[in-house]
């Protein structure tokens, strides 16, 4: 899941309020 993951953290940098809805562990990671 290191793939999608890269993913979804691009399209929290468009939509900042998507990260409050991922979970922390996304968050984490780079």
């Keep these: ?3 999608p ?3 979804t953290l ?3 940098a468009s939509s900042p ?3 409050s809805r ?5 968050s ?3």
């Excluded at 991922?22 to 996304?26: A, K, N, Q, S, V």
């Design 1 to 3: 899941m290191g793939a």
């Design 5 to 7: 993951n890269r993913i």
């Design 10 to 12: 691009a399209s929290t």
């Design 17 to 19: 309020t998507l990260t």
């Design 22 to 26: 991922l979970p922390t562990e996304i």
């Design 28 to 30: 984490i990671e780079p």
